[in-house]
């Protein structure tokens, strides 16, 4: 209950396409998604979130789409540039016993062709 | 307004040694957590340091030890070192336990640790 599974394992876009990004959960306490970013040798790096009392959350050529009935959150990137080429991670959050969990899927590799 | 650090940015150890690594959490943060992360990986939770006390753990074992200082930075100790522990460390920094303001967390770059 505790999961977030997140597919595809790894995706190719051609430049300018759309990317999407799907994630799934089971527990309904999860109150905050975000979505990460990961460069080779770095640290995740925070990128769009959402929480579940809206449908979508636009920032710039990213947008998160959550369906909150079918426990689904996605990432679609516009315009897919080959500088998105990078490790993408969903997570969900929730407070459980005094505590703050934060539970990550297992990370897309996505890689825009020029 | 600077980010979270880490230092080292790569340390090579062997097996049986012990290290330490260090995180400055971002300016007006006071909660740091810790991160494993495998090659290919998703981070794994090591710990959550808040108010200087050991707040919550993930699934590692005792090897695995924490700190943090009154300044709000901290320090992961891992004791007799596995080939398995080669990894990326991660570190995040957020405001407080509990409540929205401390869902936002913010990585540093990691140390990579390297076990021989």
């Known amino acids: 209950q505790q999961q977030v599974k997140q597919s595809p394992q790894s995706l ?10 799907n994630c799934a959960y089971e527990n309904t306490a999860f109150d905050y998604f975000p979505w990460y970013q990961q460069f080779p040798g770095k640290g995740p790096a925070l990128l769009i979130a959402i929480r579940p009392d809206v449908s979508e959350k636009k920032e710039g050529r990213f947008t998160i789409s959550f369906n909150k009935s079918a426990k689904q959150f996605s990432l679609h990137i516009m315009d897919s540039q080959p500088g998105d080429s990078a490790t993408y991670f969903c997570a969900a959050s929730m407070m459980q016993d005094s505590n703050y969990q934060l539970i990550w899927g297992a990370g897309t590799k996505l890689i825009i062709k020029p | ?10 340390l090579i ?11 400055s959490p971002k300016s007006g943060h006071d909660t740091v957590s810790w991160y494993q992360q495998a090659l290919g990986q998703g981070p ?23 700190h943090q200082f009154p300044n ?5 100790n891992v004791n007799a070192l596995l080939l398995g522990d080669s ?10 336990i509990g409540g ?11 140390t990579r640790l390297t076990v021989l």
Do not use: M
Request: a negative charge; aromatic letters at 14%; proline letters at 4%.
């Open chain 2, 72 to 76: 709000y930075s901290s320090e992961l």
């Open chain 2, 13 to 23: 150890k062997t097996r049986g040694q012990q290290v330490t690594l260090r995180c």
């Open chain 1, 12 to 21: 190719i876009v051609q430049k300018g396409g759309i990317s999407i990004i």
């Open chain 2, 87 to 96: 990894a990326l460390y991660l570190c995040a920094s957020s405001w407080g």
């Open chain 2, 100 to 110: 929205a303001l401390t869902d936002t967390q913010y990585f540093g770059p990691g």
């Open chain 2, 44 to 66: 794994q939770f090591i710990f959550q340091y808040y108010e200087e006390e050991e707040r919550q753990r993930g699934n590692f074992p005792d090897r695995f030890s924490g």
């Open chain 2, 1 to 10: 307004d600077a980010g979270v650090t880490q230092s080292p940015t790569h």
